[in-house]
């Protein structure tokens, strides 16, 4: 069964990024059970230089890395459906 | 071939007239395909990311996601530095293939905007906030928008401490069309006054009216205004007064006292006047001193009674209520004392309103009004001791 591997972009802690941070929590518990996860989250404004060299150009930003191939989404991460569709990840109903 | 090789030539008219518009445009516009990787860049875009076209065709933007119409976004500037964004998007087709064109305006002036309210804001409530006049603003229809903490503070105290009956939201008319209790019947005055100032038919509308508490008696002032500015409605404030009640209360019962107190002194000196014409008992020819007044012939005597006298008012002043007195004996002494001075009615009188002043000095006018009616009452009485000892040679 493949990994898994999604990298989120913010600028800081804001009520919206705790929101998208909070559904992906949720969409990896509930919608991608089974599935070995990994998200990782990083703050461009304390490592500004792992967003240079991802080539990141805006926040919220998520990389699903893993498994290939990579999909990069921009905008509204608060949408389990939409982001699932986005990733090209298995809709899976919860457990 | 990398994307960034691609030719920025259009492949159809219509992607043409599609650069055209987006080059000439204020708002920032990219296209990116299916995969997310930047297909254009208008003038407006490279400005908002500090970075070339050159530099951005071919890069992965991302896909957009949005939800409703538009979604709030960081852009990443070529120095690091971030810019608030919206974006929205449209699907199109670009070069043949399906894409997404993506809208981006700088959020930095409505930010700097929306500051300057919320700035403006807090200061209007700060000063707000710092009146202790209870303060609630109502709209046009007389819903409440705004109250400020003595408002709240005093809801807390008296019943409302969520605010749920007098808070925002809350209509003021029904709430004092709803208003029970002593201030029942000025509810439709108040509620017709508050109309006519919301109406621009009233400039003003006052109204003093007592809250009591349980433990002490308040009273308030309310006072509507109309809202000055673009937004109709009316600012209620509502003021305690009860202070200014009581020292108005007190100052109006002083002057009566005072003129009281006047009233009395003018008889009393008339009495003396009269008194001191009288010829003195044939059995006590022979006076201690002249005809002169004790005041004068001597003020250390004449001083030493009058604090006797006061001394003897205070302790009246103080029995009040007590139905067995202590004082007869008190009273009969001094008249023995004035009498072997053969002290003059006159004497007695000003004896009598030295002490009177000198105690009714810096005190309240209930305990005033006290030292005036014992005052009468011992005069009277050590009048007639006096009378007593002059006829009798003692005080029966």
């Known amino acids: 069964m493949n990994i898994i591997v999604l990298q989120l972009f913010i600028a800081g802690r804001t009520p919206r990024t705790e929101h998208a941070i909070s559904t992906l929590r949720q969409l990896i518990e509930q919608r991608l059970i089974g599935y070995p996860c990994e998200l990782v989250i990083v703050d461009v404004l304390t490592d500004p230089q792992q967003a240079e060299e991802r080539h990141i150009l805006a926040t919220p930003t998520l990389i699903k890395m893993l498994p290939l191939p990579q999909r990069r989404i921009i905008g509204d991460l608060a949408d389990a459906d939409g982001l699932l569709a986005a990733l090209s990840l298995p809709p899976l109903s919860s457990a | ?396």
């Open chain 2, 1 to 396: 071939m990398e994307y960034a090789d691609l030719p920025l030539v259009p492949s159809v008219e219509s992607d043409a007239q599609l650069q055209t518009i987006a080059n000439t445009s204020t708002d920032g516009m990219l296209i990116v395909d299916a995969d997310g990787r930047v297909r254009f860049v208008n003038p407006a875009a490279e400005g908002l990311l500090r970075r070339r076209a050159s530099d951005l065709i071919g890069q992965i933007f991302g896909l957009p996601i949005i939800i409703s119409e538009a979604v709030e976004i960081n852009l990443i500037q070529a120095d690091g530095k971030l810019l608030a964004t919206e974006m929205r998007t449209v699907a199109i087709v670009w070069e043949g293939a399906p894409a997404q064109m993506i809208l981006l305006r700088d959020l930095t002036d409505q930010r700097r905007a929306q500051e300057a309210v919320r700035d403006a804001e807090g200061f209007s409530r700060a000063i707000l906030n710092s009146l202790t006049h209870h303060i609630a603003v109502l709209d046009d229809a007389g819903t409440i928008i705004l109250v400020n903490d003595a408002w709240h503070q005093f809801a807390m105290e008296n019943g409302d401490p969520q605010l749920t009956a007098t808070g925002v939201g809350m209509n003021y008319f029904a709430v004092c069309s709803t208003s029970s209790g002593a201030n029942a019947q000025e509810v439709p005055a108040v509620v017709q006054g508050m109309r006519r100032v919301l109406h621009g038919d009233l400039p003003a509308f006052e109204l003093d009216y007592p809250c009591h508490s349980p433990d002490e008696e308040r009273w308030f002032q309310m006072r509507a205004v109309p809202l000055h500015g673009p937004r109709r409605g009316m600012v209620i404030s509502h003021t305690d007064i009860t202070d200014q009640r009581r020292n108005a209360q007190a100052a109006a019962e002083s002057a009566a006292l005072r003129a009281q107190l006047l009233a009395r002194e003018r008889e009393i000196v008339a009495l003396g006047a009269l008194s001191s014409t009288e010829r003195r008992p044939s059995g006590v020819a022979q006076t201690l001193r002249s005809e002169e007044a004790l005041r004068t012939a001597n003020p250390t005597l004449f001083r030493e009674y009058v604090g006797r006298y006061a001394d003897l008012l205070e302790s009246l002043v103080d029995e009040r209520g007590f139905e067995a007195r202590n004082t007869d004996a008190t009273v009969r002494t001094l008249a023995s004392s004035l009498g072997n001075l053969f002290i003059s009615a006159r004497d007695v009188v000003e004896i009598h309103l030295a002490a009177l002043r000198s105690r009714s000095v810096g005190v309240a006018p209930s305990r005033q009004q006290a030292y005036l009616e014992e005052g009468r009452v011992l005069l009277l009485q050590l009048m007639g001791f006096l009378v007593a000892y002059y006829r009798d040679g003692l005080v029966a």
